[in-house]
């Protein structure tokens, strides 16, 4: 089966890009370039994809970023938030319609090379906090895009009911080197641990039983404190 994988060099897309792999897919990975602060990831979807010998695309749509306005992965001026992902104050980090964005470049490149499959790593915490994570969302994008060509192209999305830490415990049965993926929004020199998105990481690990390999800043907390003072949702 030949499938593009969006994939942002995160550990969700990393562990299914091992996944995809192991599985004998012809995989063509894709990754884009919205203006997000933390394009760190871009440069970690690389090295990853350059080890394990896959084709792998950056598609630039920075000229986007000036509408794609509110959220603060675009704008440096809106901060970041800290601690556990929450509705009101992760609303922040959504970007708008950016999973449309993104599957319609997919898409595009899917039918072009007669690929049978787009894969995302959509996965089951994301649904509350990023609209265009939900089933129904998806569901939708799916029969959009079997309609856009003669050749029927499909969405998959093999994490959709699995957890951060179900994606772990994956990963780590796939050798994934999670200490090469990039997480944290701040897009600074090591992940700073304090984001929604660090926290998220650092707990599926907790939860999987799984040691982490991730380089965490001075002043983060430690993980055990995390989940003493009831961080988790």
């Known amino acids: 089966m030949k499938t593009v994988l969006i994939y942002s060099g995160g550990l969700d897309s990393t562990v299914l890009l091992y996944s995809l792999h192991r599985a004998g897919h012809e995989l063509l990975t ?19 994809t350059t080890q394990l010998g896959i084709e792998h695309r950056v598609v630039d749509l920075t000229t986007l970023t000036p509408l794609l306005a509110n959220s603060s992965l675009t704008d440096v001026d809106i901060a970041v938030p800290e601690g556990h992902y929450a509705e009101e104050t992760m609303k922040a980090t959504v970007v708008p319609n950016r999973n ?10 899917a039918i072009s090379m007669k690929a ?43 994490f959709v009911n699995k957890t951060k830490a179900d994606i772990v415990k994956l990963g780590a049965e796939l050798d994934v080197p999670f200490e ?14 304090r984001c929604g998105t660090c926290i998220e990481r650092r707990e599926a690990f907790y939860l999987a039983g799984v040691p982490d390999p991730t380089p965490y800043a001075d002043n983060a907390p430690s993980v055990e404190t995390m989940v003493s003072n009831d961080w988790r949702l």
């Open 30 to 48: 894709l990754s884009v370039n919205y203006g997000q602060r933390h394009s760190k990831e871009l440069d970690a979807a690389a090295a990853i």
């Open 100 to 109: 449309m964005i993104l599957l319609s470049v997919a898409a595009g490149w």
């Open 116 to 158: 049978d499959s787009i894969a995302y790593a959509a996965h089951s915490g994301d649904h509350a906090i990023y609209p265009d994570c939900r089933n129904e969302f998806a569901e939708a994008m799916d029969h959009a895009i079997r309609l856009a060509d003669w050749h029927e192209v499909h969405l998959d999305r093999p």
């Open 180 to 193: 090469q993926t990039w997480s944290c929004y701040q897009g600074g020199a090591i992940h700073c641990g």
